[in-house]
């Protein structure tokens, strides 16, 4: 006789690694509109990304030595590598357009693109198809993220033509990463996929650093961008990465890609003590339904998993 599921197990490491890429990634926008002042786009990307390269270096060189990198893993990133390479330009672009928040909320645009192409692609996301609280917690954090930048003070003020064209251009690039980072690394480890992908995003920035931007900026910094580099390249990079291919790996691409819809509503907080923005209560309000939304998707997610694994695995 078939067993009912007692209940709902939540995937703990991956909640959490999502909430990590969360804060991360929130703090990023911040950093790179900081560094705006300072750098053109071109040479914050190269220096941002090669502290992240150096920072899991250890990691490639060991896993080469004991040959956990081979061949395959070199030839796997290529594709995710070369989306990374436009994507970081894009979106470091933007910032010099547009004020943080719109920017991010032109990238949330991306998740219809995600969750489309999963859905389609990957047998093991289609259940959630037919999963009204996948498609309710959808509605609900894209109705948040719109409440939570619309109600922004100088939302108005913060667009342009450029910059617009620019951040619905990395939104499309950012789909393109997500899905190709699940291919390429689906049964790889996440750091040594990052590792090997950073190499070649590096090469790639500095081509574009050497021809389009003007490197001497860096020499001119004081210790501060110094500092927002560093940290920066390390947290919004170098860590945040691997633990989205952690989430991806774990619970597919499309909730991790809902959770992070919460980003607008955590860049606006970390702003605020950071450039003294502020939040209004709606603001705040629809921040709230976006969170409630990006929980109900986890859940939704992980019920539609383990009612599937009891109908595969109970008695019949």
């Known amino acids: ?147 939570v930048v619309y109600h922004k003070q100088d939302f108005a003020a913060s667009t342009t033509f450029i910059g617009i064209l620019i951040g619905l251009a990395a939104a499309v690039m950012w789909a393109a990463y997500t899905l190709s980072i699940r291919i390429a690394f689906q049964d790889v480890d996440s750091r040594s996929g990052f590792s090997v992908m950073s190499i070649y995003t590096v090469i790639g920035l500095a081509v574009l650093a050497l021809k389009f931007g003007n490197l001497r900026q860096c020499t001119q910094m004081s210790a501060w961008p110094w500092v927002a580099v560093v940290f920066s390249g390390v947290t919004s ?17 499309t909730v991790p890609a809902i959770v992070i819809l919460a980003q607008p509503f955590t860049v606006l907080a970390i702003s605020h003590f950071a450039f003294g923005e502020s939040m209004s209560g709606l603001q705040i309000l629809f921040g709230l339904i976006l969170l409630a939304g990006s929980a109900l998707a986890i859940w939704a997610q992980q019920h539609i998993r383990l009612v599937n694994g009891a109908a595969h695995t109970g008695d019949g």
Not at 70 to 78: D, F, H, T
Not at 237 to 253: C, D, E, M, T
Request: proline share 4%; hydrophobic share 55%.
């Open 1 to 147: 006789m078939r067993q009912e599921p007692k209940s709902v197990r939540i995937d703990v490491a991956a909640t959490f690694a999502c909430l990590g890429v969360l804060l991360l990634w929130s703090l990023g926008p911040n950093f790179i509109k900081y560094l705006t002042a300072h750098v053109d786009l071109w040479t914050q990307n190269l220096l941002r990304y090669s502290v992240a390269c150096l920072f899991w270096l250890p990691f490639l060189l060991a896993g080469m030595k004991k040959r956990h990198i081979g061949a395959e893993v070199w030839k796997r990133a290529l594709l995710p590598g070369s989306a990374s390479i436009i994507f970081q330009s894009l979106w470091a672009g933007a910032f010099y357009y547009i004020n943080p928040a719109f920017m991010v909320l032109l990238t949330k645009s991306s998740v219809v693109l995600i969750a489309g192409f999963s859905l389609i692609f990957f047998r093991s996301e289609r259940p959630l198809v037919k999963s009204m609280g996948f498609w309710l917690g959808l509605v609900l954090s894209v109705v948040g993220v719109i409440g």
């Open 237 to 253: 990079i170098a860590l945040s990465h691997v633990l989205y291919y952690a989430a991806i790996r774990r619970i597919g691409a």
